[in-house]
């Protein structure tokens, strides 16, 4: 009886001590920056991009939805700051650099809506996955070289934790005929 006392005692401050452990852990881990340094709000200042509110959307859906302590952001395509999408067809009206551009474009809008949800793009912990699509001919086979003005800026901003992983598609069409049209996924701070 003596050694059942001393045996559940034991058992109690192993999970005591564990549970404390557990929670020291997770509160490291929800306020501990990436790496010294990581100032994505300071970045995008740097870099002269004005981020623009993205209005409401103009159907039944909303422009992120968190699960976690992930971020899905829903398809952007490339409106510039006139409120005027770039719009063509790769292969055809439009060329590579163009579709850069335009891929850009939506990053700047992806941002806009990262810090409309967050208040702080520094609560960005990664990107996790971006899914390009390009409108294109059938034969035009360089969709990555255009996703890349999109996965550049993310880089730019957030350094190696805007490495992510990818697919660029093409697409024959997109809604009114906008060159690009990209969503992403995103891990945020708690």
């Not at 404390?20 to 881990?29: E, G, L, Y």
């Not at 890349?148 to 024959?172: I, P, Q, T």
Request: glycine share 10%; charged share 20%; aromatic share 6%.
């Amino acid at each position: 009886m003596k050694y059942s006392i001393y045996l559940l005692l034991a058992l109690f401050l192993v999970n005591c001590a564990d549970a404390n452990n557990k929670i020291d852990k997770s509160k490291d881990v929800s306020l501990t920056p990436v790496s010294t340094g990581y100032n994505p709000e300071a970045k995008v200042d740097s870099l002269g991009i004005v981020l623009r509110d993205q209005g409401t959307p103009v159907a039944n859906y909303v422009h992120a939805a968190r699960s976690g302590n992930l971020l899905f952001l829903a398809g952007k395509g490339p409106k510039q700051e006139n409120g005027e999408n770039i719009i063509g067809k790769l292969g055809d009206s439009l060329t590579i650099e163009q579709g850069y551009r335009a891929a850009r474009e939506v990053g700047i809008n992806q941002l806009s809506v990262l810090k409309a949800e967050l208040g702080n793009l520094n609560k960005v912990k990664r990107i996790v996955s971006v899914h390009g699509m390009v409108n294109a001919v059938p034969d035009f086979k360089d969709h990555s070289k255009v996703i890349n003005g999109y996965s550049d800026l993310m880089v730019e901003v957030f350094g190696d934790n805007g490495k992510h992983a990818r697919a660029a598609v093409g697409m024959g069409s997109l809604p009114g005929n906008m060159a690009v049209e990209i969503e992403m996924i995103v891990e945020i701070y708690e």
